[in-house]
């Protein structure tokens, strides 16, 4: 699990609730809980979200949701590790000798590109499917992003209405002053909620599905450049320092992550 994108939600709410707590005391803090104010805020926005993208993709939401919150991270130097270990042994036995290892490997697209050099397909076949399909993967996260982007932009627009709505009913009783300052707090709550949802959650998140789709696609930019060199024979010490150059100098030599 992704600990920084709960952590950063909870730490955001948190330091909002100890803030209200200090200058209002325990009493203020349940002040800014609102039922009516989270069902038009929260509830409008995910009525939006419905009406701009089609049933299925919203279906899918929990999904998209789930992978911002999953970790998710391949190292790029177990990858560039298992190129050389193949070039070694193709080099020795042939390409076929690899076929039991490809079994065993856990990145699906690593897979399908060593097992398509297994199966004698050309160098411009394998780039081609790679690369296609890449496009394809790009595509589909941008939708996740942009559902998560467009939940950030209707979450204030929702809480102003509310706040609109909220200030409809207090004009209605402005026979009584009393009821002013009361309605006029509780108008504003969905204002908040609106800023929290959309400024702490929602566009947040999708700049973290933005950020693991970035990373991702690198990964696999790698694995088809490794499949390229396994496929045209080069020596596993050129195949280490060609992939080896996607990386930070100082990732190169202990393995750590990249940066981009």
């Known amino acids: 699990m992704d600990v920084a994108t709960i952590a950063g939600i909870v730490f955001g709410i948190g330091l909002c609730a100890l803030g209200i707590i200090i200058s209002a005391g325990l009493g203020g ?6 039922i009516p104010s989270v069902l038009i805020t929260f509830g409008g926005s995910f009525a ?6 089609p049933l299925n993709r919203v279906v899918n939401f929990l999904k998209v949701l789930n992978k911002a919150i999953k ?4 190292d790029p130097q177990e990858i560039i590790n298992t190129f050389v270990d193949y070039s070694k042994r193709a080099r020795t036995e042939g390409f076929l000798a690899l076929e039991r290892d ?7 697209f690593l897979k399908r590109g060593v097992q398509l050099i297994i199966d004698g397909a050309d160098a411009d076949f394998i780039r081609n499917l790679m690369e296609t399909e890449i496009t394809f993967i790009r595509e589909r996260h941008k939708v996740g992003q942009e559902m998560f982007f467009a939940l950030g932009t209707y979450n204030p627009a929702w809480g102003i209405t509310g706040t609109v709505i909220g200030l409809i009913l ?9 009821m002013i300052g009361i309605g006029m707090a509780v108008a504003l709550l969905t204002t908040f909620y609106g800023l929290i949802g959309g400024y702490l959650v929602w566009n947040p998140i999708g700049g973290k599905l933005r950020r693991k789709s970035e990373e991702e696609i690198f990964v696999k ?4 450049r490794g ?5 045209a024979g080069t ?7 060609n992939l080896k150059a996607y990386m930070e100098p100082k990732a190169r030599q202990i393995g750590l992550p990249p940066r981009r």
């Open 227 to 231: 499949v390229m060199l396994l496929q």
């Open 71 to 74: 970790e998710t991270y391949e």
């Open 102 to 108: 490809v079994k065993e490997l856990r990145n699906d």
């Open 221 to 224: 930019e790698v694995i088809i």
């Open 170 to 178: 207090m004009l209605r009783k402005l026979e009584d002053p009393r």
């Open 29 to 34: 803090f349940f002040a800014f809980i609102d």
């Open 235 to 241: 020596a596993p010490s050129l195949i280490e320092s």
């Open 48 to 53: 939006s979200l419905m009406v701009n993208y």
